[in-house]
């Protein structure tokens, strides 16, 4: 940690979320006024396996610290889109590894449409994770020297 707190950024994350499943479960959470980071930033989408690796990989070189993809899991309504995103997400591990970025910053994770609790600990978790490692760029930046 840096002696000068102002060299010290805000960490952000992004959630990528279903629209089905999480991303009601997701909207709950505010509706309810839970509370969690006011440093994340909710995508929804149709279905996360829309999203190449190259995306992931972008969002980190663009200060993005970390990325939980918060999918239906295997109660999908597009058929096989999971297996295709698990696939896609540990091909995207390889990639992060090449570039000296821990795998941790990216996680998929199942949230559901009542699943309120479970995405604020996922938050919690990824903020917990951040509070240790740094922002991305701290890493990245360690790699280079």
């Known amino acids: 940690m840096s002696e000068n707190p102002s060299d010290e950024r805000a960490t ?11 991303y009601p479960g997701i909207d709950a959470t505010g509706q309810a006024h839970m509370e969690y ?3 994340t ?10 999203f190449p690796e190259s995306f992931y990989l972008y969002c980190f070189e663009k200060g993005i610290d970390a990325i939980l993809i918060a999918s239906c899991g295997t109660d999908s309504p597009y058929v ?3 297996e295709q995103l698990a696939a896609r997400v540990g091909s995207t591990y390889t990639r992060m590894k090449e570039r000296g970025i821990d795998i941790r910053r990216l996680k998929l994770t199942a949230i559901c449409s009542v699943c ?9 978790d990824m903020e917990a994770l951040l509070a240790e490692i ?4 701290r890493q990245a930046a360690a790699v280079v020297a």
């Not at 952000?12 to 999480?22: E, N, P």
């Not at 309120?116 to 919690?124: Q, R, S, W």
């Not at 740094?134 to 760029?137: A, L, T, Y």
Request: charged share 15%; hydrophobic share 40%.
């Open 12 to 22: 952000k994350v992004l959630v990528i979320a279903t629209l089905l499943c999480s």
């Open 134 to 137: 740094g922002p991305v760029d």
């Open 41 to 50: 930033y909710v995508l929804p989408t149709p279905d996360p396996v829309m």
């Open 37 to 39: 980071s006011p440093n």
């Open 80 to 82: 096989g889109s999971y």
């Open 116 to 124: 309120m609790k479970a995405f604020v600990k996922e938050i919690n």
